[in-house]
């Protein structure tokens, strides 16, 4: 059998890549290249992700138990 679920976090989204991106740079940065860094990270990444999060809030997931799989299906 194969079914879809459908999330819509768009906290969960900003707050994961915003995550990824502080344990990406040098912790030795001031404030003003983190911020600009974190900007130019944080666009190329949604830009990366905008396959499979549509709107940056919605996943969608597909579970086939016959096969015993999990996918993220790419966004509309």
């Not at 990406?24 to 003003?32: F, S």
């Not at 969608?60 to 509309?76: L, M, Q, R, S, Y």
Request: aromatic content about 8%; charged content about 35%.
């Amino acid at each position: 059998m194969k079914f879809q679920i459908s999330f819509k976090d768009p906290d969960g989204v900003s707050d994961s890549i915003q995550e990824a991106i502080n344990n990406d740079l040098p912790k030795d940065l001031d404030e003003n290249e983190f911020e600009e860094l974190t900007e130019s990270r944080k666009m190329l990444i949604e830009e990366s992700t905008k396959r499979w999060i549509k709107w940056g809030e919605y996943v969608t997931i597909e579970i086939d138990t016959e096969k015993n799989t999990c996918v993220v299906v790419p966004a509309n």
